[in-house]
């Protein structure tokens, strides 16, 4: 990654953890992001599949708070702003490389995410 800045695709592949994370907080659709299937149709297409996710953000936070988890929903849907790529929109297409690149931002966020729920 130049520059140390992360790619967008990568920022895509946090983008879509944290969503992941707001979506289980909330117990909505059944957990659909966290699916397999789900996390590759990202990978390969993250406009399509991340945006509409990210329109019901508020959403998954306020079902998470009503069910008692609105702290970490919070954090969560705080952190969505840093996360953003650099571009206008999202990318509607990612290469093979750059597919790679979302999985090891997910996983990076992921992890963040679950250590910064440790920490409370």
């Known amino acids: 990654m130049p520059n140390d800045r992360p790619s967008d695709a990568y920022r ?3 983008l879509y953890a ?3 994370a707001l979506q289980t907080l909330a117990d909505v659709d059944f957990r659909s992001l966290s699916r397999p299937e789900s996390r590759q149709k990202a990978a390969r297409r993250p406009r399509p599949e991340i945006q509409p996710r990210l329109w019901e953000s508020g959403r998954y936070l306020d079902k998470a708070r009503m069910k008692g988890r609105g702290p970490a929903a919070g954090a969560v849907f705080r952190s969505i702003p ?3 790529p650099s571009t206008r929109h999202l990318p509607d297409t990612l290469s093979d490389d750059q597919q790679k690149e ?3 931002g997910r ?3 992921v992890e963040a995410i ?7």
Request: glycine share 14%.
């Open 12 to 14: 895509c592949g946090q």
């Open 18 to 20: 944290a969503l992941e």
């Open 82 to 84: 840093g996360l953003m």
């Open 102 to 104: 979302f999985e090891q």
């Open 107 to 109: 996983q990076a966020q």
């Open 114 to 120: 679950g250590e910064e729920s440790a920490d409370r």
